[in-house]
């Protein structure tokens, strides 16, 4: 699994336009040559990012400019800017089995060691209440959404500003 370039793109063009937007336009043709990447994506990026409100963007040579300042303008707004994260979840997980899992039936605790014997001879791996006992599923689920929610808290926790401090300091 990885993030889009995407992301970094629209880190390194804000980061760009906040530093140097003041001392030089920052068009679209003079942000690729800076981060080596085709006008054309960086464009689609700038549009990403104007339509969440972090940039203003002057048609022609007038160049793109920073809305939200850069003390408050943090990684996670450019991250829900420009990421396309399908059913809020940054993590693919596999669909609930639909074959009973031995490890599930017999982790299940709405079963007792018989009934989950008898749940692996039946045909579904549900208990009598019609609940599945996919506990291995569910248990990854909630691993995979605590991490990320870590990787967004950090997200939400570096601004901009952070990080041009952190560039003056190199």
Do not use: W
């Not at 063009?13 to 140097?20: G, H, K, R, S």
């Not at 990403?48 to 939200?68: N, P, R, T």
């Not at 601004?159 to 952190?166: D, H, N, P």
């Amino acid at each position: 699994m990885k993030i889009s370039s995407r992301f970094s793109i629209a880190v390194h063009i804000v980061l760009t336009i906040a530093i140097l937007g003041s001392k030089q336009k920052t068009t679209s043709d003079f942000l690729a040559s800076c981060i080596s990447v085709n006008p054309v994506v960086i464009r689609r990026i700038l549009g990403q990012l104007k339509k969440a409100d972090l940039v203003d963007v002057k048609a022609g040579e007038g160049g793109a400019f920073l809305i939200k300042n850069a003390s408050t303008l943090t990684l996670f707004d450019i991250y829900q800017a420009v990421e396309v994260v399908e059913d809020i979840s940054l993590f693919n997980s596999h669909k609930q089995p639909e074959l009973k899992c031995p490890v599930d039936c017999s982790s299940c605790p709405r079963l007792t060691g018989s009934e989950s014997e008898e749940c692996l001879a039946q045909e579904s791996c549900d208990d009598s209440s019609g609940e599945s006992c996919c506990y291995i599923h569910n248990n990854i689920e909630n691993h995979l959404f605590s991490a990320q929610k870590a990787m967004e808290d950090s997200l939400k926790e570096t601004t901009i500003q952070k990080m041009i401090l952190e560039l003056s300091a190199l």
